[in-house]
């Protein structure tokens, strides 16, 4: 009670100190506070005492790979993506995650980390599949949670996103969600009220879609009604990067901070918009209330000097990152028990694959890090392996839809990066960096303060090496304008001009001048790069691509790989998706692995029927060689230690404990968003609740691989399922049951619990999570797990009568290893 009466008192006393700011404040300082400073952060009011706040991209990892104002650069942890996190079903580790973000936060000047995404996976085909958690609100919103309640800890904000039903880049900026109610809450918003409701992130960010014809920056209903005041959300709504429309709308629906800065419809215009009587002032300050609330949790306007420093890229937080990794990579297929391999047994390995040499650790857009170091999976079976093993590498085929950007390798020395406050290159830099290579897109600002984004150029310079002699193609692309040097020779001009933002944001480059040049493997050559700018436009961008020299006829790597394939023991192809290829800003066109894959991988197991397949996705794909092809591994997009958790994996060190968080249907046609996803400017949630398995399920179609499906190298058992037969509503519901190893090794099972429906007044799908443990057992060990259900896990919500309703009558509770693999059932009836 006293712990609970000196909570009291300091929230009492931070209301009254921001009361008491408040009032200090004029209505120009006010309206100040709601919008960005610049990129990331926000407005300070130095008068009195108030700070800036800085936000920085996630959700993975704390993005500081690109140099801008405001955000400092630095080698910061990539962590597996969130289907990744989703698919290791283990609330705890999620937990230990967060909080490693949040002492990386805090390491990189931050102050709150921009995620989780929590949107629903509604088809394969979306591009952010890979940030996104599951199909399912509840695994959505349970590990959201844990990853909320562990960055939190730390004293970093978070922020909850994308509020609401962005679930398709295609047509994101404008489109609108066409969604009824029931489905709005039953699919779309649960996962969002159990982490508003039970983690209280500091900031809620909305998306760009429309929701109904609304903006989310401008619905009243999303943000005000539910958010706000059912849900009892107290922190801050801030807009994602360039979805506000205009000013008087979003005030008044409840949306308190627009980002990025320097503001473009807040600042003076909400200050004339108020003084003519367009917003109540009263609304100007329930948001200014609500932003003083979060800097003053912040700590920064108290002894800032005392916040944690924390730290980034420690070996704690690389080995966490594998074991994520670990624990979320799914065996999918094990036909004869290939797997785990025993190095024994074998003596030589054919690996194979453009995901082979090459660490696929995460897809593009914004979420997007470059980690201090990443390991392929080829380097993590050498390193596992040393000379134990012969290990064969080939590529077999490419998986490029677009050619790739020059690798960070081709400059081994990096570049040095001098930026000019002027378009000429003239005088003295105003600020010198090192970058990796040439990838840059400017948003409103650049790295020093007194260099202006409307007005600037930037000179590159470094020595270009490449392993393979022979003619490449060199592809530049950018806005505005620059040129390409090596050793003093200009090779490459391009001259773009600038962009609207709408274009930009979804493709910031689209034209690409290309040269070849010969150039020698292990020579050094003098590279320079001019880039000048004096458009006016806030954005600015540059990309350097290449492709490599042809193959000598009748020397093809497809060929060498079959015949590699033939000699060793066991074939492992890496298949799956190239380096940003699944991104923020666009959708996947299918559901096939780019380029020849398929071919190869039916080529390479008719040479060695002893084949492993392993894909790095953040989707499902196709797999029209899963017949013929015995052990499969879904990886995802594992971070930078996944090469060394693959490898883990396949020789046995971890037992694979990973579940699927989404269906994987046989072909994009079953996929129950087929006939409505991508629509147009208004996109019809055709399918309503039944979203993924509930769908495959109500519809009795067979998937490919099933919701909550991974197989594991040891055997579990389900016994003594106990409940009661009776319920009164109101009261908890105690489940438990009793798992065993029945197996030869140490493993984890994910034990899932379904709760179905049996007569409903409103027509229901066949079951639906509503619980689930990671259970670790050793052999012959036996644990008993425990699920508490109250009359939300039995509820649907009626869209007539507008509340949440658990009907009296029978219901079953289902325990499974899978949505398909029930193992245990018994009834209650709720009275």
Known sequence: METEDKGYIHQMASEDRIEGLLRQMTLDEKC?????????????????????????????????????????MGPATSFPTGVSMASSWNIELIERVGKALGEETHGMGCDILLGPCVNIVRSPLAGRNFESYSEDPYLAGQIGLAWVKGLQSQGVGASLKHYACNNQEFNRDRGSSEIDERTL???????????????????????????????????????????????????????????THNTVEPVIAGMDIEMPGPTKYFGSLLVSAVRNWQIPEASVDEAVRRILRMIILSGKMDNPEDLPKGSVNTPEHQALARELAEESIVLLKNQGELLPLNKSEIKSIAVIGPNAAEARYGGGG?????????????????????????????????NLVFPPLIPPGFFPGGLKAEYFANSTLSGTPAIVLDQPNLDQLWFDSIPAESVSIDNFSVRWSGKLVVSRSGL????????????????????????????????????????????????????????????????????????LRYLEPAEPEGAGTFERAIDMAKMCDVAIIFAGMPTGFESEGGDRPDMDLPGRQNELIQAIVKANPRTIVVVNAGAPVTMPWIAEVPAVVEAFYPGQEGGSAIANILFGDVNPSGKLSVTFPKRLKDN????????????????????????????????????????????FEYSDLALPRY????????????????????GKEVVQLYVKDVKSSLLRPPKELKGFAKVNLDPDESKTVEFLLDDRALSFFDPVEKRWIAESGEFEVLIGASASAIRLRETLELA
């Open 366 to 398: 914004s979420s997007f890090l470059e980690p201090p170091y990443s390991i392929s999976p080829l380097e993590g079976l050498q390193k596992k392996l040393g000379d134990q093993l012969e290990i064969h590498y080939e590529l077999g085929c490419t």
């Open 185 to 243: 809450r039953e699919i779309y918003l649960a996962q969002f009220e159990t982490i508003v409701k039970e983690a209280h992130p500091w900031t809620v960010m909305n998306s760009y879609n429309r929701i109904n014809g609304i903006y989310a920056s401008e619905n009243h209903t999303l943000l005000t009604d539910i958010l706000k005041n059912e849900w009892g959300f107290d922190g801050v709504v801030i807009s994602d990067w360039g979805a």
């Open 472 to 543: 490449y193609t060199l592809m530049l692309g950018n806005l505005d304008q620059c040129k390409l040097f090596l050793d003093g020779d200009l090779i490459l001009e391009n001259n773009q001009g600038s962009k609207p933002l709408d274009v930009i944001w979804a493709d910031p480059i689209s034209v690409f001048s290309s040269a070849q040049v010969e150039l020698e493997a292990g020579k050094e050559y003098t590279f320079r790069g001019e880039f000048d700018k004096s458009s006016g436009d806030k954005y600015a961008a540059v990309q």
């Open 32 to 72: 100040a506070l709601l919008a960005g400073k610049d990129t990331w952060n926000t407005v300070p009011i130095e008068r009195l005492g108030i700070p800036s706040l800085t936000m920085t991209d996630g959700p993975h990892g704390v993005r500081a790979s690109n140099p801008e104002t405001g955000r400092k």
């Open 672 to 715: 129950p968003a087929y006939l409505n996803y991508p629509g147009d400017r208004e996109v019809l949630y055709g399918e309503g609740i039944f979203v993924g398995y509930r769908y495959y399920e109500m519809r009795d179609v067979e998937p490919l691989f099933p919701f909550g499906y991974g197989l594991s190298y040891t055997s």
């Open 727 to 746: 319920a009164v509503r109101g009261d908890p519901i105690h489940v438990s049951l009793k798992v065993k190893n029945t197996g030869q090794r140490s």
